[in-house]
Structure formats: C-alpha cells, structure tokens
Nanobody
Framework: QVQLVQSGGGLVQAGDSLTLSCEAS????????MGWFRQAPGREREYVVS????????YYSASISGRFTISRDNAKNTIYLHVNSLKPEDTAVYYC????????????????WGQGTQVTVSS
C-alpha cells in the first residue's frame, strides 16, 4: 500500500494560481491510478480529477472547470494539481488518493489518502 504525502496550498487571493503536490512512497506506485478530491466547509467530499497509471489518461469531473489540470511524474512518484484563476468557491481541503482497483479513482475503492491540504481563496 502506498503512502501519500501532500504539499502546497495555503491562503491565496482570487485570481491567483497554485499547484498542489502529492508524493507517493512504495514499490508499486505505478500500479495505482491517482486522483484529487476536495471538501468544502459543510459539504461532502467532491471528486475533482484522476490520472491513469499510464500518466496520460485524465478523468475530470463534469462539474470541474477547465481551470484544473492534473499531471503525473512517475520518475518522482508525484502527482500535481494545478489550478488557475482561483475563486473563493475553490476554498476547500484538497485530498489526493491512490486506487489500484478503479480508474478513475473512486472514493469507495481508494486504498490510500493524503493528509489533506487546506486551500483558502480570499476575494
């Protein structure tokens, strides 16, 4: 089972961009699809995007705008979530997840989760 450690996030202003990172440890890292979820205050966890084991196929939520981009660097065991033109409604705790059973990543089958990172967008 992989271990996931997130970095990035924090307090930003509307219109800014940021990149979140999620580094995986474990010998079987490349057998996992990887993804990002977020949970806004008072709301359920929401699927954002996944990237396949091949590091190429991307699965975006239909409700997520084109401002979000996922990428995967298999050499660094890391995935990234880049967000442009941040809005206050993007304020949430963002989680990365690893799933060996499903592609795209599903919350109910993901085997590992990052610790979560707070992103707060001020208007």
């Amino acid at each position: 089972q992989v271990q996931l450690v997130q970095s990035g996030g924090g307090l930003v202003q509307a219109g800014d961009s940021l990149t979140l990172s999620c580094e995986a440890s474990g010998p079987t890292w490349n057998t996992y699809a990887m993804g990002w979820f977020r949970q806004a205050p008072g709301r359920e966890r929401e699927y954002v995007v996944s990237i396949g084991r091949n590091g190429i196929t991307e699965y975006y939520s239909a409700s997520i705008s084109g401002r979000f981009t996922i990428s995967r660097d298999n050499a660094k065991n890391t995935i990234y979530l880049h967000v442009n033109s941040l809005k206050p409604e993007d304020t949430a705790v963002y989680y990365c997840a690893a799933d060996r059973r499903s592609e795209p990543v599903r919350a109910d089958t993901a085997e590992s989760w990052g610790q979560g990172t707070q992103v707060t967008v001020s208007s």
